[in-house]
């Protein structure tokens, strides 16, 4: 089945822990983003990729890094610079350009206690 | 810079009566537009996809929206709510300029018995 995993589904860690979540796509998309979704609020972009090993930030990317080594995968770090780092993450992708639709992930929820 | 602003953060109808979930944008060229539904803890499905074709788009499970240019609006409609509708729909416009998308806040569809 062609889809985007992202792993762990819920992650518990201990605040000034860093931790990475997964992202894997085998839809061989040339685009993958990174977004945060908080209560009541829509998602707010992290950082994407448009090609492998080149990223760009969006528009939360402080306490946040990225790397883009493989096509296939974009793990997202999340750092203890992050200040409030417990939010729904999700992970997206799709061919090339903003017009093509975005497949998602089913996300990670992180807590940090 | 596109924008896009979701009139509603609540919504309420009974089971069989009509969807209406509304959305205006800000562009400062023809964008490209999504609605995406969400369901709790889970990743986003993409509805419908609007991009400069015909202005009444058909999407899945019954829902429709049409693209107003003069209005800048593009409403989500169905005509018969179904409980398993219930969730969190986004109004989506696409940022060609970084290539990535920009979300509303999102509107929570509530389908009472």
Known sequence: D?????????LFRKEGQNVTLSCEQNLNHDAMYWYRQDPGQGLRLIYYSQIVNDFQKGDIAEGYS???EKKESFPLTVTSAQKNPTAFYLCASNLAGSTDTQYFGPGTRLTVL | AQSVTQLDSHVSVSEGTP???RCNYSSSYSP????YVQHPNKGLQLLLKYTSAATLVKGINGFEAEFKKSETSFHLTKPSAHMSDAAEYFCVVSDTGRRALTFGSGTRLQVQP
């Open chain 1, 2 to 10: 062609g889809g985007i995993t992202q792993s762990p589904k819920y």
């Open chain 1, 66 to 68: 990225v790397s883009r």
């Open chain 2, 19 to 21: 969807v209406l979930l």
């Open chain 2, 32 to 35: 490209s537009l999504f609605w």
